[in-house]
């Protein structure tokens, strides 16, 4: 874990930020099929209903993570993207906590998800599972089509 990590409010403007969600898009695009690749580019995350993160240690980008506003009670994970070199160090499990936070702050009474399924997405799935998130039924636009796994978690 890493002792100073400062999770704050991020207008997406930074070259760093836009790099860190150009690799996540990338990774997406490699490991998904077309039809389920669900992430958003920088445009879409920064509109009015979503509200994005950045994770840092000191000067250097950890990692990132957003919550997209589906309803009065209903709050959607996305871009939940530890930076390469902080891969197992804690930064998912810390961007998670402060989106949890948020949700709560926000009067949500759930936040919900879309994953992969295959092997690249299990440390997301694990991350995920040990906060209290279960597998539930497509939600919004998502569909079942054997490829994304949903998830959710009762606030």
Not at 10 to 29: I, N, T
Not at 85 to 96: M, T
Not at 129 to 137: D, I, K, T, W, Y
Request: aromatic content about 8%; proline content about 6%; charged content about 20%.
């Amino acid at each position: 874990m890493i002792a100073n990590l400062r999770i704050v409010p991020d207008d997406l403007s930074g070259e760093g930020v836009l790099a860190l969600l150009q690799l996540h898009l990338d990774e997406m695009r490699q490991w998904s099929p077309p039809e389920s690749v669900h992430a958003m580019p920088a445009a879409r995350l920064r509109q009015p209903d979503v509200a994005f993160f950045s994770a840092w240690d000191g000067e250097t980008l950890a990692g990132c993570g957003a919550i997209k506003h589906l309803g009065d009670d209903h709050g959607e994970l996305k871009s939940m993207r530890a930076a390469p070199a902080y891969r197992g160090r804690g930064v998912g499990k810390a961007i998670l906590a402060r989106l949890l936070a948020e949700a709560r702050g926000r009067g949500y009474t759930r936040v919900s998800l879309e994953t992969g399924r295959p092997a690249a997405f299990q440390p997301a799935q694990d991350l995920y599972r040990a906060h209290g998130f279960a597998e539930c039924p497509p939600f919004g636009d998502y569909v079942a089509d054997g490829f994304s796994m949903c998830m959710n978690l009762q606030l």
